[in-house]
Nanobody
Framework: QVQLVESGGSLVQPGGSLRLSCAAS????????MGWYRQAPGKERDSVAN???????AYADSVKGRFTISGDSAKNTVHLQMNSLKPEDTAVYYC???????????????WGQGTQVTVSS
């Protein structure tokens, strides 16, 4: 019913920048929150940043001051601006969203397919 499509992952040198985008499409009444998670090889998937429909944001300590999450409610999109990238930021980045399909439906959670970010010289 809903698809989340990420884009923007790439290979970048340490200290560089990338901008990830995620677009939600399908049967969407409203979006409560969207966010980004990442998973490095052999590690658990961890939250990176999230933004609520009201614009409140939260960040993992490891990315505070370097990453900025923003959303466009009219387009059902979320972006993650990543600056001063470090090798330890290397991971698959996943978009996540909490979505209502209708005024009376339950909240449902969705994941994107992931986009690879590699920080290496």
């Amino acid at each position: 019913q809903v698809q989340l499509v990420e884009s923007g992952g790439s290979l970048v040198q340490p200290g560089g920048s990338l901008r990830l985008s995620c677009a939600a499409s399908g049967t969407i009444f409203s979006i409560k929150a969207m966010g980004w998670y990442r998973q490095a090889p052999g590690k658990e998937r961890d939250s990176v940043a999230n933004i609520s429909s009201g614009g409140s944001t939260a960040y993992a300590d490891s990315v505070k001051g370097r990453f900025t999450i923003s959303g466009d409610s009219a387009k059902n999109t979320v972006h993650l601006q990543m600056n001063s990238l470090k090798p330890e930021d290397t991971a698959v980045y996943y978009c996540n969203a909490d979505i209502y399909h209708s005024k009376y439906s339950a909240l449902r959670n969705y994941w994107g397919q992931g986009t690879q970010v590699t920080v290496s010289s």
